[in-house]
């Protein structure tokens, strides 16, 4: 390498991992425990044992940070294998999320859903660093169903997702109906099959 293809040296030490799950796991209990006013960066940084300037290094917000405790806590409750039969996969993820949006999950993400909206006017920091990647894998999930025949072609795969999880999302958040994993069950099929 010379000097002008080589990279820029990085400053200060790298991200400690064990920080990092550290600073996540206790902004989300605290969400989950006592409520977003209680996930202060002061309190995270104290109960992680972490300074807020790590914190502030490592997130551009807040926000930023609680939704990155959300989308982890999600990734070890609902994963989203790649392997398997994308109707069965995507059967028990929409079952297991009905259940979680009745528990302290769904307060958590309702109350970071509506801090964004208070805060930036928007959703899009939400969207952008949690639903984005989440919704991809489903997409990828349902095409691959719809290339084996399982699942029906001729909409599209991220209508067919949005179907399915704006539909779970809209009624827990505003009480249309008891979110049910057998619920959820029956709405994949009658999206994804028309049974």
């Given at each position: 390498m010379t000097e002008k293809t080589k990279p820029p040296a990085r400053r200060g030490r790298p991200r400690s991992l064990e920080s990092e799950a550290a600073i996540l796991q206790t902004a989300y209990r605290l969400a989950a425990g006592e409520g977003l006013g209680a996930a202060s960066i002061d309190a995270i940084a104290r109960d992680s044992q972490v300074s807020k300037m790590t914190i502030y290094k490592w997130w551009p917000s807040r926000e930023a940070l609680l939704i990155d405790a959300f989308l982890r806590q999600a990734a070890a409750l609902l994963p989203l294998p790649d392997e398997?039969?994308?109707?069965?996969?995507?059967?028990?993820?929409?079952?297991?999320?009905?259940?979680?949006?009745?528990?302290?999950?769904?307060?958590?993400?309702?109350?970071i859903i509506a801090e964004c909206i208070a805060t930036a006017g928007t959703a899009a920091l939400f969207a952008d660093r949690y639903l984005a990647a989440r919704r991809q894998l489903g997409v990828a999930l349902i095409r691959r169903g719809q290339a084996q025949g399982t699942i029906r072609s001729g909409v599209a795969a991220a209508d067919l997702y949005d179907r399915i999880y704006g539909t779970l999302f809209y009624q827990s958040l505003f009480g249309w109906r008891a979110v049910t994993p057998r619920y959820a069950r029956a709405l994949v099929d009658s999206v994804l099959t028309g049974r």
């Open positions: 398997g039969e994308p109707l069965a996969i995507l059967r028990d993820h929409a079952a297991g999320y009905a259940k979680l949006l009745n528990e302290d999950f769904g307060r958590v993400q309702r109350a």
